[in-house]
């Protein structure tokens, strides 16, 4: 597994990066990840929190927790997208509820930063958004 994280080398990132494209333009969850990775990173590709977020959410609404935990980060912090606690909860909630330990985490901690009503609006984006792409 070495090569997947593009063995360190900037010249492996780039072409680890052509082929998670190749990939995830075909439509796979993981590349599509990993893709998003690469953008939010500058690995093999120009650093861009806009075009890593567009690949992390292709991911995401596929099912891929770790790409819904990155979404959850880009809202928090504002990378990419508009701030905005109650996207960064409603992402995080779907991701812990597919067994991502950090999702757990994270929405624990935005929920200490939100009033009752954006958790309650957080937590019905979340069922929404699982209905659209169950």
């Known amino acids: 597994m070495a090569y997947y994280l593009g063995n360190g080398v ?10 998670y494209r190749k990939a995830a333009e075909q439509g796979h969850a993981k590349a599509q990840n990993s893709l998003g990775f690469r953008y939010a990173h500058g690995r093999g590709v120009p650093e861009d929190y806009a075009e890593a977020v567009k690949w992390f959410r292709k991911a995401a609404e596929q099912g891929d927790n770790q790409a819904q935990w990155s979404l959850g980060v880009a809202y928090q912090f ?25 999702g757990k985490e994270w929405k624990q901690k935005v929920a200490e930063e939100m009033t009752k009503e954006q958790i309650a609006k957080a937590q019905d984006l979340s069922r929404e958004m699982v209905k659209a792409h169950p």
């Open 78 to 102: 504002g990378e990419g997208v508009i701030e905005d606690k109650v996207q960064a909860y409603a992402w995080w909630n779907i991701c812990a509820a597919n067994g991502n330990e950090l």
């Open 10 to 19: 900037p010249e492996n990132y780039k072409e680890s990066a052509r082929w």
